[in-house]
């Protein structure tokens, strides 16, 4: 319609109060909204190109970074009954304090004079062990003088076989004479030209060669007999002392055994009676006691108190999933969140996070834990603010390991598709080499 005249339907009829405008019209607030949404949108696809720190989260507790600094737990050494304690919950003990007097529950041990009488058993051993090396070199003595003996005796008897060997040759050789003579007679007897005094002389001489030469071969074998007597009668003898010397070593060895363990039973006696009293294995608290009262029994090895140590560096343990341990190195850093302590955590952000503290990563165990993860032991970051005093033992944790730096939008797209952060090492963190790794590249 053409505007040809100076009176307008718009200056006459209200537009804004007519249905149709109120259906056909945008309202002002989604024109606001339109803007904030754009606004919104542009300041989001400002953001996908932030920034972000990936980062592996894990849960653990506070502890100390050196064994020596946890809650220790004092077990008794021996099996015993409880008869006295001398420190209560809350008492502050110095290495070496008394802590409780137990007393013996084996039968065993009963005897009062279970130490007096081991000791008299001590002493007579030593006293027969003195006795068996004085019989055995009595013996050694006794051997020596009878291989002297047998010497002499064999020198001896030798001289007289030579002496019968001697006189039996020569009684032979007599035998042998008078033999000849004999026989020379004889013939010439049978001729007629020796006479019968003369037969009979010389077979009376030959008579008298033969009984020498039976009674001189005699002498001699018996004096050969004697040599071997001899010999059979100190062999005999030394054999026997051999046997009893040997015997007298060999109780002295058993004596000088008995004597070994009845020593070393008196010195497991003693060390045990000195484990009567439980001491306190260093400085500390007694913060717990697991075993009351008096009369009471108890195991080798069970836990009695427990102590706290009154210095220590606080740590603390947190477990990591083993697909995320190749992320995990020594001195890198994290964030960590106390229980009961307040905090606003960006964990990618962690310029921005409140309420958390700096950590380092001093230790990585190579074993897997129990639960199926592994254990990493973080200690304070020195360039950080200190750890809260308030914190003990024990309290739980959450630790954020801080890896590499990647674009928001990247994660995202990790996160969607549940791909694992990206892997690096310290000289490649951040996409920038260090200096050593430079230094190592260029030679």
Request: proline residues 5%; charged residues 25%.
């Amino acid at each position: 319609m053409l505007n040809i005249s100076d009176n307008e339907p718009k200056n006459i009829i209200k537009v804004e109060a007519t249905k149709a405008y109120k259906y056909t019209s945008v309202p002002l607030f989604f024109n606001y909204l339109s803007k904030v949404m754009w606004g919104l949108l542009i300041l989001f696809l400002i953001m996908l190109f932030l920034p972000w720190t990936q980062n592996v989260q894990g849960y653990g507790q506070v502890t100390a970074f050196r064994p020596e600094q946890r809650p220790q737990t004092v077990q008794s050494p021996i099996p015993g009954t409880i008869r006295q304690w001398f420190v209560r919950e809350g008492d502050t003990v110095n290495a070496g304090d008394t802590l409780v007097f137990i007393t013996e529950i084996k039968d065993e041990y009963f005897d009062p004079n279970l130490l007096v009488n081991l000791t008299a058993e001590l002493k007579a051993k030593e006293a027969a062990l003195i006795s068996y090396q004085d019989k055995a070199n009595a013996l050694a003595q006794q051997i020596k003088a009878l291989k002297e003996s047998q010497e002499i005796k064999l020198q001896q008897a030798m001289l007289k076989v030579q002496a019968d060997s001697n006189e039996y040759e020569a009684a032979r050789m007599q035998y042998k004479f008078a033999d000849i003579q004999f026989k020379r007679t004889d013939t010439l007897y049978n001729e007629g030209v020796k006479s019968r005094f003369d037969w009979e002389r010389s077979n009376q001489a030959f008579q008298d060669a033969t009984a020498k030469l039976t009674a001189a071969r005699n002498k001699f074998l018996q004096s050969k007999a004697d040599l071997l007597g001899i010999r059979a009668d100190f062999a005999e003898k030394i054999s026997k002392a051999e046997s009893d010397r040997q015997s007298a070593i060999s109780d002295y060895y058993s004596t000088n055994a008995e004597i070994a363990k009845l020593r070393s039973k008196i010195n497991s006696i003693n060390v045990r009676q000195s484990y009567y009293y439980v001491t306190a294995p260093q400085r500390g608290m007694v913060t717990r006691m697991t075993r009351v009262g008096i009369g009471e029994n108890i195991k080798e090895g069970e836990p009695i108190m427990e102590i706290m140590p009154l210095q220590y560096q606080l740590a603390v343990e947190v477990f990591v999933r083993p697909v995320d341990l190749p992320l995990m190195h020594l001195h890198e850093k994290g964030r960590i969140e106390f229980d009961g302590w307040p905090a606003i955590v960006f964990s990618g952000w962690p310029s921005i996070t409140f309420g958390t503290f700096g950590g380092e990563i001093a230790a990585i165990d190579n074993v897997l834990s129990e639960n199926g993860m592994y254990r990493i032991l973080m200690i304070p970051d020195k360039d950080d603010v200190p750890w809260p005093e308030q914190i003990r033992f024990g309290s739980g944790v959450r630790a954020i390991l801080l890896l590499k730096d990647v674009p928001v939008w990247y994660e995202i797209w990790r996160q969607l598709n549940g791909f694992p952060p990206e892997y690096y090492t310290p000289e490649t963190k951040n996409g920038q080499k260090s200096d050593k790794s430079k230094k190592t590249a260029s030679k």
